[in-house]
């Protein structure tokens, strides 16, 4: 007889019908056993995953029953246990404690189970839990009936069997409602160039790893390709929204990006992989999962190397990653993770469109040594980690979650003065001795500079939750220190030499400087009914920023020695009601804060500037059948102290500044779905409007698609086979929304208009489970990006330096791949 596991998962085996409801499906009787016992024969006929307590329902009888629907077999199987079923989702089941008063030792083992580790007892705290989207084929993401807020979850299936290896993790979201991403050197190639949900950029939204908050120390930006590729990912969630008091983040406002590790197989074993495709793209690697006693451990190492879409670009990547979950007890577990990953690439910084009419849609960089645009000239390094000791445990009434995290990040780069410029005529380097005074000047020579920015962040999540009363009491606290470094020095880049400066100094900027967030929360899940929960949340957020500058990014540059503190409460208010098993609803209101970036403080005359603050108000409605899953939202946010970037033109150039732009009002519908045709076949849907303006004009927030779909066709196949073909329309926008008048003065105004686009994805594939040689199995699938090979303009890049000329990134071109693994 085998030994029960402290969480026993009872998982689907393919029996069931995927078109019938519960209560269409045939007679089961089972007769009087050990309930989990019962519980794993229901679950293998019914096709149900049944999630319970085994180290306590192995001591409890079931009287059997002898019921034809489904929902009385569970009634039957638990009378008498002190245990109730609650559906999560149409095939998913949690046994949980029942409101009468029953089988104590039973009903106080299962009380407030909440969100559990499908391998263990213990209880995940993180607002992000392990979804399954319930329609039996594959989609690129559903909306889970217990979410109080309009969320897409994209799980597994999706991230392995619809992308190419080495995705990054904008390719996994970006088919999600209102979400857009550019990536114009290809998927999961070179350095993705924005991110937007809703509206919101990247450093406007929340993004987390395992419920830890990550991001550069001075904006919150994500290098996309500079940290997890989806060999290492299990899951992803779109949170379109600022969640609960729970719902820890800098920018949660504008929503979170919840990332979810890959958990180690069940099946032991070795699976080396290889990819290989257009422009010149090479990849492989390997991956291990293996059991050593009480802990499983999966680890991945690979290597990738591509000329990628844009020429010049030529970029390098390695990644390590490593997560081991050791069972320390029946309601300990102790998980440990590192992560590294580096990058080299020489670096874009878009095209005028005079450029690629001239040049075409792959102009990058040249090869001309002579030209600011030589690739050699504008090279970039990336190195990143990630590492965290996450502990679950119960105590007493109280269950613990704590994760102690270290993550790093640095930068280094070469850049010209404009990457874009073609024109040897702007070159020109001057030397400057340590008094200013020049001492040589070189006509031909490329204009440049070296920098390097990194930043080390050390922080702590606890999460604590318990059964009080009617309900669940939740609390916590995320604390981080970010220590950053960054310098700029100005270089002949033909020779390699430091030019210095007219203002004596050898550096453009040299700095460091530091950002210390706190935030306690705490949050109460009030049942009003088994089927209405209220939530009051209540979170406390202070973000101090310390900026010590032997050299400033000012104009002369000069010493600065600043800091400064924002805070801000932040209460939250939700409403969920399961109005069948079928069927929730929600509604929820929520105050948003985002201090602003260091570079506020960095540059004189943007001091005074207010962090921006948001109230959100949303409601919407969830639908899941194991035939058909729907979710459909309406949002509106109130956004005040709008932080923008404007151009200041000075007696010393073009320089940055920031400014408040007032307010924006962000306004909303989204609607997702999926329907089984039948079950290998599905299709899945989506669309969102999404108005961002200014308070009192009707001028647009850059880099805002008024709309945004997608439509796709997926095929799972019990044989093996599986595919795709999915589009993603993204509208009409425009990438500026601000400039400064003849007075000096900002003025929004809409202009560098990017028209809408569609590009296509296909997949397609097949996967055994076994091989020859004694293989585990293996795979090979072929991956089409930009099918019809569509060339439009996607995303606005800036200004050309020397013409004023507005530069764009573009959609990549055709890109085919083939993926190849096997497990030994």
């Known amino acids: 007889m085998r030994r029960p596991l402290p969480l026993q998962i009872a998982l689907l085996l393919g029996s069931a019908l995927p078109f019938h409801t519960m209560a269409q499906t045939a007679p089961v009787a089972i007769a009087p056993m050990p309930l989990t016992q019962a519980l794993d024969q229901l679950a293998q006929r019914q096709g149900l995953q049944i999630v319970y307590a085994a180290d306590v329902a192995g001591s409890v009888r079931t009287r059997g029953t002898h019921a034809t629907d489904t929902r009385q077999q569970l009634r039957d199987l ?65 909306a889970p009936l217990d979410a109080i807020q309009p969320t897409s979850v994209i799980d597994e299936r999706f991230i392995r069997d619809g992308l190419r290896f080495n995705a990054n993790f904008d390719d996994i979201i970006k088919y999600a409602p209102s979400v857009t991403v550019t990536s114009p050197e290809g998927p999961g190639l070179g350095k993705n160039e924005g991110i937007s949900i809703r509206g919101f950029q990247d450093g406007q939204f929340n993004i987390t790893f395992d419920g830890i908050p990550f991001g550069d120390a001075s904006d919150l930006h994500h290098t996309t390709s500079a940290y997890f590729n989806n060999h290492v990912l299990g899951q992803a969630e779109i949170d379109r929204g600022p969640g609960g008091g729970s719902t820890i983040g800098n920018a949660t406002f504008g929503g979170t990006v919840a990332l979810r590790s890959r958990e180690p197989s069940e099946v032991p074993g070795i699976t080396p992989y290889l990819t290989v495709g257009s422009w010149n793209t090479r990849a492989g690697g390997v991956s291990a999962d293996e059991r050593f006693g009480n802990t499983r451990v999966f680890a991945d190492i690979s290597k990738e190397r591509s000329d990628t879409y844009l020429e010049g670009t030529d970029d390098r990547r390695e990644h390590v990653f490593i997560k081991t979950i050791t069972d320390l007890g029946a309601a300990t577990q102790l998980t440990f993770l590192t992560s590294y990953n580096q990058e080299h690439q020489n670096t874009v910084q878009g095209a005028t469109l005079s450029e690629i009419a001239q040049y075409g849609w792959r102009y990058g960089l040249r090869d001309d040594p002579t030209l600011q645009s030589y690739s050699g000239y ?179 540059p000069a010493p600065a020695h600043t800091d400064a503190t924002y805070s801000d409460t932040l209460p939250s208010l939700s409403l969920h009601e399961r109005i069948t098993d079928e069927w929730s609803a929600y509604a929820q209101a929520a105050k948003g804060f985002l201090a602003p970036p260091i570079d506020v403080i960095e540059l004189n005359g943007s001091r005074g500037l207010n962090p921006e603050t948001t109230t959100n108000y949303q409601i919407g409605t969830a639908y899941a059948t194991r035939q058909f899953t729907f979710g459909a939202s309406l949002y509106y ?159 606005y890049a ?18 085919v791949f083939l993926d190849l693994s096997v497990k030994l």
């Open 78 to 142: 638990l009378q008498g246990t002190g245990l109730d079923y609650r559906f999560v989702t149409p095939t998913t089941v949690t046994i949980v404690p029942a409101t009468a008063s029953g089988n104590d030792q039973a009903a106080a083992a299962s009380r407030g189970m909440g969100s559990i580790d499908t391998d263990s007892g213990t209880r995940d705290l993180a607002p992000i839990s392990v979804h399954a989207n319930p329609v039996d084929t594959l989609a690129p993401s559903a």
């Open 378 to 556: 504008n090279n970039a390094a990336y190195y990143s980690s990630f590492t965290y000791l996450g502990l679950t445990s119960r105590l007493g009434a109280w269950d613990i979650d704590n994760k102690v995290y270290y993550n790093s990040f640095d930068h280094w780069s070469n850049k010209t003065s404009d990457a874009t410029d073609n024109n040897p005529a702007d070159n020109g380097v001057t030397f400057y001795d340590a008094k200013g005074k020049k001492v040589g000047k070189s006509a031909t020579d490329v204009p440049g500079k070296q920098a390097d920015a990194g930043f080390h962040a050390f922080g702590d999540v606890l999460r604590l939750a318990r059964e009080l009363g009617p309900g669940s009491f939740q609390t916590g606290i995320w604390l981080e220190r970010n220590i950053d470094a960054r310098y700029q020095l100005p270089l002949d880049m033909t020779t390699g030499r430091p030019t210095g400066t007219k203002y004596g100094n050898q550096y453009n900027y040299l700095l460091n400087d530091r950002t210390d967030t706190v935030q306690p929360y705490v949050q109460y899940d009030w049942s009003i009914t088994d089927r209405l929960t209220l939530s009051p949340g209540l979170r406390y957020s202070e973000v101090t920023r310390s900026l010590n500058a032997t050299l400033n990014k000012v104009t002369p």
């Open 637 to 795: 946010i109130d956004f005040n102290n709008y932080i923008t970037e404007t151009t200041v033109h000075t007696s010393n150039g073009n320089e940055s500044a920031y400014v408040n732009g007032g307010g924006a009002i962000y306004k909303g519908a989204e609607i997702e779905g999926t329907y089984a045709i039948s079950p290998m076949l599905s299709l899945y849907g989506n669309a969102s409007y999404n108005k961002a303006t200014y308070k009192g004009s009707d001028v647009r927030v850059a880099a805002t698609p008024k709309m945004t779909a997608a439509l796709g066709v997926l095929v799972s196949s019990p044989q093996g086979y599986f595919g795709s073909l999915m589009g993603k329309f993204v509208g009409r926008q425009y990438g500026l929304d601000n400039d400064t008048d003849n007075s000096g003065n900002t003025v929004f105004v809409n202009s560098a208009p990017i028209g809408g686009y569609l590009a296509v994805d296909a997949a397609l594939g097949f996967r055994a489970d076994h091989g020859p040689w004694g293989a585990k199995g293996w795979s090979i699938s072929m991956d089409v990006n930009n099918l019809f090979n569509a060339h439009k303009i996607a995303g």
């Open 798 to 815: 800036g200004t050309q330096s020397v013409s004023g000329q507005n530069l764009y990134f573009g959609l990549p071109g055709r890109g």
